[in-house]
């Protein structure tokens, strides 16, 4: 597995203080008419005010819906959390080429590990972790084959074997070390490069519902193209209502609707990305162990405590594909999933043991 190096038990109780310290202050969002109202709990919640504001992050627009005191008071709020995604998507991505993610992947092959912020850590920690327990089908080293792959999505072309054998042989999440004693990275190889893009969206949605946390504001949503994370329900609702689209036909009604409070849920699929050659279809989700987007149609709906952990499943259970990936989402806590197939032109679908709960009661 990933060396992991740890002084002691309390260095993640540390690093999470620090995480709290440090913030410094596709899914359909359906109109709240479209259901029943149930009981207000208080006075005070029926008064608040719905807020909705929508700026480009990460590539996407990412909307925030929040319920505060005054409107002047929930735009304030709304953005002090998009300053905080803002920052978080300068560290974090790979496409700005003075990130701290970039930075660190410049130093590929060095001897020492590399200090880097908690956030980075953390995340990279995590994406580590789903790496060993998908074996690989979610690997946070996949960099090289992204790069690869952008590069022959734009050029129409596809990458040779020789070029993608390449790329796959600097590909491997054991060959990272992390270091939570000193917070360093060491990536051991030369040609290695993380890409956090499988999970940096959902983490990123998860503290920026800290801010707005951290601001009093607890009835709220961050949805960062089709990556949600959910907040208390809205005021007389038990959850905030999402509609799940169906794979093949788009603009249809939904498969099923969602109520949701307290938990992430994220999407991956190719529906909207995909690139054709030579008549055949593959997706902008590249299997790490192939370099080549994926070719079997897919769209993977994750549940899940939070959004760097919705993210990031919904990730790998495109690549691992239906059995294996629903036996791997059984494992993780409170998680569950949707997953569509095309076979023999029909739309299949399979739902986890769990993802029944979460489903819009029928009124």
């Not at 300068?90 to 590990?113: F, H, I, K, V, W």
């Not at 192939?290 to 149609?297: E, M, P, V």
Request: aromatic residues 6%; hydrophobic residues 45%; proline residues 3%.
């Amino acid at each position: 597995m990933f060396l992991m190096t740890s002084c002691m038990h309390a260095a993640g109780l540390v690093r999470e203080a620090m995480l709290w310290l440090g913030i410094w202050l596709a899914f359909v969002l359906v109109s709240e008419g479209s259901l029943r109202a149930e009981v207000v709990a208080s006075a005070e919640a029926s008064s608040l005010v719905k807020v909705t504001l929508v700026e480009v992050h990460m590539g996407v627009p990412v909307q925030i819906t929040l319920y505060a005191a005054t409107e002047e008071e929930g735009e304030r709020v709304a953005r002090l959390a998009f300053r905080r995604i803002a920052e978080l998507d300068a560290m974090l991505s790979d496409y700005q080429p003075e990130s701290e993610l970039s930075r660190l992947n410049g130093t590929a092959g060095s001897a020492e590990g590399v200090p880097v912020s908690v956030e980075l850590f953390d995340v990279a920690t995590r994406a580590a972790d789903v790496s060993r327990r998908s074996d690989g089908a979610f690997d946070v080293t996949v960099g090289p084959v992204v790069q690869l792959w952008r590069k022959a999505r734009q050029s129409k072309e596809l990458p040779t074997e020789a070029v993608r054998k390449e790329a796959i042989s600097h590909v491997g999440w054991k060959k990272i070390q992390l270091d939570s004693c000193r917070w360093t990275i060491q990536l051991r190889e030369q040609g290695m490069r993380l890409d956090l893009g499988g999970i940096a969206k959902g983490y990123i949605t998860d503290e920026a519902l800290k801010v707005l946390k951290g601001q009093g504001v607890d009835r709220a949503l961050v949805n960062a193209g089709g990556d949600m994370v959910l907040g208390e329900a809205p005021p007389g609702r038990k959850g905030w209502t999402i509609a799940v689209e169906p794979l093949l036909k788009k603009g249809a009604d939904p498969v099923t609707y969602l109520q949701l409070s307290r938990v992430a849920v994220a999407t991956s699929g190719d529906a909207y990305q995909f690139v054709e050659f030579e008549g055949k279809r593959y997706s902008h989700l590249v299997d790490p162990q192939t370099g080549l987007g994926l070719t079997d149609r897919s769209s993977v709906t994750v549940i899940a405590g939070d959004g760097a952990t919705a993210d990031a499943y919904a990730s790998a259970l495109s690549v691992l594909g239906t059995e294996k990936g629903m036996r791997l989402i059984e494992t993780i806590d409170g998680a569950a999933a949707l997953i569509m197939t095309v076979e023999e032109g029909a739309e299949k679908r399979v739902e986890s043991k769990r993802f029944g709960e979460y489903r819009l009661p029928q009124e």
